[in-house]
């Protein structure tokens, strides 16, 4: 079991498509894909047509709940589908149980998903826009972090800072940690982006992990699927934005049978 991190505190930057499209994208391929939404907008749970009610990930971690009572099952396809850990506005909750308990804060995550190991092939955690105990704990529990941006505006300052907060949390928590590249998103051809890329090929290099190719371009399908509570995949599959995350879905397995 790897578990993917999809981090940027930046809001807006395409994490939860990013998490949806990867989740989805995976199963499709015939991996066990756990998808956990850990932000209180409840987007990732929303942009799957999940309903928000009954458990959620507040209840799973601040209770102990075994995962078979809290998992929602989404059906991707035909043939595929994933199991998902939904969340809602109470999530704000969590972030302050996490910070009362006195003890293990960081690992309150990573212990409940290591419970299901032998379960998934893959757990996708889909993060918050904010810098908190939350995603300290996705941090914790990750093996691989995705970190998606949009080209016209890379703020270096955040992706230094996010860059930095994992590095320390590798040295001090989670020696396993690493960067699998950052995915340019909301891609809009007409503008120039070089720079961005160039600077994001540079951080990539420096902290050992990649660009994923030409991105996930600017598309209202992406806009749209969500809506229908669909992927990519499903709603328009033969959209040039279906073409892109199946790319970057490609890329993405080709890397982590590499690192194995
Ligand atoms: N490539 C794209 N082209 C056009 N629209 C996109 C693209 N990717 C995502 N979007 C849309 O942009 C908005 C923000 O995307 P998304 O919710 O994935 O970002 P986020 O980083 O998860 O945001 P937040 O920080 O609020 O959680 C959504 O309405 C989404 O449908
Ligand atoms: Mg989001």
Redesign the pocket.
């Known amino acids: 079991m790897k578990v993917i991190a ?1 981090v ?13 499209n990867l989740s989805c994208g995976l199963a499709k391929q015939g991996y066990r894909v756990l998808a956990i939404d850990l ?1 209180q ?1 409840g ?2 749970t929303k ?1 799957l047509g999940l309903p928000d009610e009954g458990n959620t990930a507040l209840e799973w971690l601040t209770n102990d709940l075994p995962l078979d009572i809290v998992i929602k099952k989404k059906v991707c396809s035909v043939d595929s589908g994933i199991d998902v850990v939904t969340a809602n506005i109470t999530l704000a909750n969590l972030e302050l149980e996490l910070q009362r308990k006195l003890l293990d804060r960081e690992y309150v995550l990573g212990k409940a998903i290591l419970k299901a190991a032998d379960r998934y092939d893959y757990v996708i955690v ?4 904010s810098f908190g105990i939350i995603t300290v704990n996705i941090l914790t529990a990750a093996d691989h972090v995705v970190i ?1 941006f949009r080209p016209d505006f890379l703020s270096k300052d955040g992706v230094n800072k996010l860059l930095d907060t994992m590095e320390e949390i590798k040295v001090r928590i989670n020696p396993k940690l690493k960067l699998a590249g950052f995915l340019p ?3 809009d051809k007409r503008c120039n982006n070089e720079a961005s890329f160039a600077e994001a090929r540079e951080l990539a290099t420096q902290h050992g992990g990649v660009v994923f190719g030409e ?13 229908r509570g669909m992927s990519i995949f499903d709603y328009d599959p033969n959209s040039a ?1 279906a073409k ?1 995350y199946q790319a970057f879905v490609d890329k993405f397995v080709e890397l982590e049978g590499e690192s194995k």
């Not at 889909?126 to 826009?129: A, E, I």
């Not at 991105?215 to 809506?227: N, T, W």
Request: hydrophobic share 35%.
């Open positions: 999809i940027n505190q930046k809001g807006g930057v395409g994490k939860t498509t990013t998490a949806v932000d907008q987007h990732l942009s889909d993060s918050p826009p998606p998103t909301m891609v991105g996930i371009r600017l598309a209202s399908v992406l806009c749209k699927a969500p809506e934005a892109d």
